[in-house]
């Protein structure tokens, strides 16, 4: 019940505050139609799995900065293989995933061989992912409005369908798994694990080549929405890859209290996503929407890395509290003694 | 450690060459040109004499940088164009930008051309800062040609520096009168069905799109007698969404932003989810993009949506103008269509005319360089697209090698700004091109 209650108090608070705002300033509801709600599943989906790319690998010490290029390579190649193979919707996205997954692979086993700091290979592979997508087809990447069979990508039960494939997968492989086991505990302490006889280079890998397919499966509903994805250059893929740290590090931290990271992520993307929806409903203009989001980031941002310090100086304060009442206690029981000292012993 | 060492010099070697394919902001070399081509010129083409030359072949090879704002199928069709045709006839070559979207990304391309050998830089990217980067090209000896309208560079024109070559944009009096015409035709009597304006780039300073988006503004109150609170100007460059009130409680509803800005598709889509419109009207093009939000809109309210756009001949439009809606209709039922190759023919007439020396032919009445226009095509059924699907395709070219001679200073050497703007305007109408390619 509990567990329940700390899935649904941040998303439920998050759309009964713009539920209201909506409601005020608009008129209209967060989620008015069935259109609307086609639009949260799919934009959910696409920050949900680019969440869960980033939890694969950031929680472990790389900060992997070519997940956003990967998506374009997965999706631009990918896609467009299965495009011209006549594959519909379902073969595109099974397509991405395969070259996602290659991507990001490739970036695990440079990483594992040449051991550069993950952020500064991030940025190697970006460049390079970068110029193969634009060099690509024609530098039109990929488009699929008007593909035949690509429908099926806004279908509302197949994004809810392939959303919790990819929920009980990722449980299933970062919960319960042996390769989950031994993930957290190399995240624990990297040494005792390879000591203990872990491998960690394979878990690297699959964290690498996970992070990869999940990229693409975000790039392809992504890319339904909006008709198609341009490549792009100057490490501008990055920008996805930022942000879409802020549902990871607040379902991360909702996963605490959940005990599962993956369904606290999930928590994190509804609740994101509605709150784009509802500043998208009053109007709110781009520039001024993306300062609210990165604001409230950085203030979560504050609380988390001081998390530790308020716990001190919370318990600091109830020992104090503790310690006062102690001594008013004691003093109350001197003077009580020494009343009954007068009393009697005079 | 030997398979390590091999794979560090495997991965610099990969690292070196996509660096150099994609190197800085020029991506491309391209030599187009069949005779021999010369070496790079030591002299500043700003010294070329008026020498008389017969033909091309009588000049050195010049080099061209093009700067490139997207990647669109406009690109990839001029990309085409310059190296499969101009090129070769002209004795020239291209080089071609990334796609460069501020200052910064422009200079590092002008540099990477200086250190190139070229001639002359021909923006794309349009924007307000053509009076900087001209100077930047100034100090590199390049000629500078801008795309977009006089008023945007009006600081330009003034100052008439010996590198600036003029201005070339689309025809704004056209564009807006086929708006017009269009929504006079279509729209209903009442304007119950509303309208959403993608105003784009007006809030930046974009002088096409703020003017067009007036123009459409102007078009709205004519028709419905409307009386707006603001003036249309105030209306037209807000820089958040904004509804227009007016006395007749019709809904318009402006929308600023590119596409390719995050949140942006998000804000449309959520105004169309409101039901509340019937008209999705784009300063640019944006058809491929909103195409599913439209769609989706249109099933859920079962209510048409007619839309109107910006566009140039691709696979984009013709997947848009043959993908029919619920209602029998195209995703887009009206392009003002630019043909790229006509675009590009009067931006490299303007450029040649100056490498050659008869840069003052392009001088206006008032001894100052100009600023020509061309003019757009408008597209409102997907029988006209079938017919004009290879335009520009393919070497199937809307312009003849004629057309471009026509405004060349080397075969007129008495040509002024008003002949060429004159035969710029030749090209007016889908009729006039079809008669050239299918008659």
Known sequence: ?346 | MKFKKNLVVLLACITMFFLSACKGSASTSTIASTTTPESSATTAPLATDKAPAETPQDFKTFKIGVVEKQATDETVVRREFYENFIAPNYNVQFIFSEVITDVEGEVNFIENCADAGVDAIICMRGGTDAYQLSQIAADYGMLYLYQGRREAAADLFVADYDNFIGAFGASLPLMTKAYSDYLAENASDDGSEGFIILSSDASKGNLVQTDLTVSILQVLQDKYGLTYEKDLKTLAISDAPTIVKNNKDIAIYIYPGQVKQDGWLEGVSSALQSGRYGYLISTLQSYTQTSVVVDEVERTFDKNITVMSMGTMGDALTTAMNTMDKFGNPSVDFVALELTSIKSAGNFAMVYNALTGHKDNMRGSDGLMSAFDYNRIFLTSPEQLSVMEDWDMNGKWAVSREYVDGMLGIYHSEITADDIQEHLNTVTSYEYIYNYLEG
């Not at chain 1, 996602?100 to 952020?119: D, E, H, K, P």
């Not at chain 1, 959303?163 to 970062?174: E, G, H, N, P």
């Not at chain 1, 693409?216 to 509903?221: L, P």
């Not at chain 1, 250059?233 to 993956?262: A, D, K, Q, W």
């Open chain 1, 1 to 346: 019940m509990k567990k329940l209650f700390y899935t649904l108090v941040v998303p439920v608070s998050v759309w009964a505050i713009m539920e209201l705002l909506s409601r005020c300033f608009a008129g209209v509801s967060v989620i008015a139609n069935s259109a609307d709600m086609k639009s949260l599943f799919r934009t959910l989906t696409s920050t949900f799995c680019f969440a869960m790319a980033l939890n694969c690998n950031v929680p472990m010490g790389r900060m992997d900065l070519s997940t956003g290029a990967q998506m374009y390579l997965g999706c631009i190649l990918g896609g467009n293989i299965a495009l011209k193979l006549g594959f519909g919707g379902v073969g595109v996205l099974i397509g991405s995933i395969l070259v996602g997954c290659l991507a990001g692979f490739i970036v695990g086993v440079v990483f594992i061989n040449l051991r550069i700091l993950s952020m500064v290979l991030g940025l190697g592979m970006t460049l390079i992912y970068e110029c193969i997508s634009f060099a690509s087809y024609k530098q039109q990447g990929l488009m699929l409005f008007g593909k035949p069979g690509v429908g099926i990508l806004s279908n509302i039960w197949f994004i809810v369908s392939v959303a919790a494939m990819i929920i009980l997968f990722m449980t299933y492989m970062l919960q319960l798994s042996v390769f989950g086991y031994k993930r957290r505990a190399i995240r624990g302490n990297q040494k005792l694990a390879v000591d203990s006889g872990i491998n960690i280079y394979i878990n690297c890998l699959i964290c690498y080549a996970m992070a990869g397919a999940l990229v693409a499966v975000s790039g392809v509903f992504d890319t339904a929405f909006k008709g198609t994805l341009n490549p792009v250059l100057g490490m501008s893929s990055n920008n996805n890859t930022f942000y879409n740290m802020f549902p990871m590090r607040v379902g991360m931290f909702l996963g605490v209290f959940i005990g599962n990271p993956i369904i606290g992520i999930f928590a994190s993307s509804i609740s994101l996503n509605i709150l784009i929806l509802g500043m998208a409903k009053l109007g709110l203009d781009q520039s001024l929407q993306t300062i609210i989001i990165f604001s409230i980031f950085l203030f979560f941002m504050i609380y988390n890395m001081n998390q530790e310090k308020l716990e001190y100086n919370k318990r600091k304060r109830e020992r104090k509290k503790i310690a006062l009442q102690h001594r008013r206690e004691m003093k109350e029981m001197q003077t009580q003694v020494n009343r009954n000292h007068i009393t009697t012993g005079s």
